[in-house]
């Protein structure tokens, strides 16, 4: 059989997929490149229900529909815990954050995250929370871009046979083509459509295991009592049916906690509040976002475990060690290229959505909060630039995605931490404590980087029995207990109230 015979209908989805996302960037870049408003944040003009599905569908990347689906493969229906922390994640995010930090962005006129801690936190030392926290972003970034295109170039060559390198080269730099073309017009709307096929897709993933063996009745006789090994290779038995049998309750908590707190911190998720319309398009959003989040992750999150039902003993054994690789193995397996084709298209979407946003934000960071504050520059400057800071960006990391230095889940998770220990108090801060100080701002970034760092690198697994501890939880304590008691020691250092009045308006 040819190569065009046995994956001729995949690529037909794959290339009306593409087709549809080249379109949605090419009429949007003359309105994107009318200056750094348009570019930036769309000129705050986009309907709640764009955002609520973009906000969706960058928050949950390749890394969950293929990183986290495959992690149940190991650790059973337990991990759909996972997804409900990171629901209740983003109802905090949307009930307690976007509404204050939409109107203080615009009392403000802050295009980006970090120019708001600059703005916010106002002082003759604010600019360097600007700067650092632009590094800390391109820092955690490159870790979350590699995890995504590992995860799409891993998928490519399971379902296409594509080499792992060219398929990470294309999926890094179609995303970057239309990301430049569009800005955050491109963005949000080429999100959105993502996101209603990631929607679709998400049903579809749980149903194919089904399908494939018959049915509920027969996926649970086989799961009841599984042969196959564990990853310290005892059988499974009934592990995959029982909560909390193969994974434990700290390390659910702990990928829960560092990629859910990511829709509190993270700047390719902040942002979207900006560009929000109104308050009828931010009570939408903030209503339907944890529906189509909820839905689709506890679909996702159970897969793996039922890809056991399909797979033999000898794939479960080598599956249970290469957990990125279980979605591909079961498309494989189904082998119904009609499925395979539209489940490629959402699966595209989920990394081209995250991969957009943060190509976005990183060339922000470069241009708009190292660059212009050490250099200002024009409008038309700053937009050229950002551009090409996008492509030089995205070369180092497609040349991270080619030596990755761990699974997608951890990568994801890594960065997550970075974000939430080094963010989550600045920003909670700036919304809500007109106490808060430069000084404690800054102290606040550079402890939950160094514990993130520290932690990982020199503890976690080098010592005994504190593999399972994962860096958010002391990171992102300590960065909280030093905002509060910097900013408390510093209080004379908090902007005066002319300024708090400006950034805190009637929410006294």
């Known amino acids: ?36 408003k348009e570019y930036y944040l769309a000129e705050r003009k986009i309907p709640g229900w ?5 906000f969706f569908s960058t928050f949950i990347s390749t890394s969950t529909y293929i ?38 962005s615009i009392r403000l006129q802050s295009l980006t995250v970090p120019d708001y801690f600059h703005l ?29 295109a590992k995860g799409c170039a891993h ?63 027969e996926m649970m006789v086989r799961l009841a009592d599984l042969q196959h090994p564990d990853k310290g290779g005892s059988p499974i038995g009934d592990g995959m049916l029982v909560m909390g049998s193969l994974a434990t309750l700290f390390y659910i908590l702990a990928i829960g906690f560092s990629i859910g707190m990511k829709q509190i911190s993270d700047p390719k998720l902040i942002i979207r ?16 976002t944890p529906v189509f989040l909820g839905v689709s992750l506890i679909c996702v999150m159970c897969v793996g475990a039922f890809v056991h039902g399909m797979v033999g003993q000898e794939e479960a054994a080598y599956l249970i060690g290469h957990t990125d690789e279980v979605v591909g193995v079961m498309f494989a397996k189904l082998n119904n290229p009609w499925v395979s084709g539209i489940c490629m298209m959402g699966l595209f979407a989920a990394g081209m959505s995250s991969l957009a946003s943060v190509t976005l934000i990183a060339g922000t960071s470069i241009v708009r909060d ?42 994801s998770s890594f960065a997550g931490s970075v974000f939430a220990a080094s963010f989550f108090p600045t920003i909670f801060g700036g919304l809500y404590f007109r106490w808060g100080t430069d000084l404690g701002a ?25 593999e399972q501890v994962h860096e958010i939880f002391p990171a992102f304590l300590l960065s909280l207990v030093v905002y509060i008691l910097v900013s408390k020691r510093t209080a004379g250092r908090k902007p005066d109230e002319e300024h708090l009045a400006l950034v805190f308006g009637s929410e006294n």
């Open 273 to 288: 509040f900006y560009s929000i319309r109104d308050k009828a398009s931010m009570r939408f959003a903030m209503i339907w």
């Open 67 to 104: 990183g986290q689906a495959g992690e149940s493969f190991r650790f059973g229906l337990s991990w759909a815990y996972v997804a409900l922390i990171w629901v209740v994640f983003c109802i905090i995010s949307w009930q307690l954050m976007a509404p204050r930090m939409r109107r203080q």
């Open 370 to 411: 190292i660059w212009h504050v050490w250099k200002p520059m024009t409008d038309k400057a700053m937009v050229n630039r950002t551009k090409v800071s996008m492509v030089l960006y995205c070369v180092i990391v497609f040349l991270f995605t080619l030596y990755p230095p761990a699974g997608v889940v951890e990568m």
């Open 442 to 466: 800054i102290s606040s970034m550079v402890a939950g980087v160094a514990v993130n760092l520290i932690w990982r690198f020199g503890i976690r697994f080098s010592v005994a029995g504190m």
């Open 1 to 36: 059989m040819s190569y065009l015979q046995q994956h001729g209908i995949t690529l037909l989805f794959i290339a009306l997929y593409v087709g549809v996302i080249i379109y949605i960037g090419w009429v949007f870049r003359k309105r994107a490149s009318k200056g750094v």
């Open 50 to 54: 764009v955002v609520s599905l973009a």
């Open 155 to 217: 998928l490519l060559h399971s379902v296409l046979d594509l080499d792992y390198g060219a398929g990470a080269f294309i999926l890094i730099f179609f995303t970057c083509a239309y990301t430049i073309a569009g800005g955050m017009y491109g963005v949000m709307w080429t999100d959105a459509v993502q996101g209603v096929l990631m929607f679709g897709v998400a049903v579809v993933m749980l149903w194919a295991p089904f399908a494939y063996v018959g049915g509920w009745d």
């Open 120 to 148: 916010r936190y106002r002082s003759n030392f604010s600019s360097g929370i600007r700067v650092l926290s632009s590094a800390i972003i391109l820092f955690a970034t490159l870790w979350y871009m590699t995890g995504i």
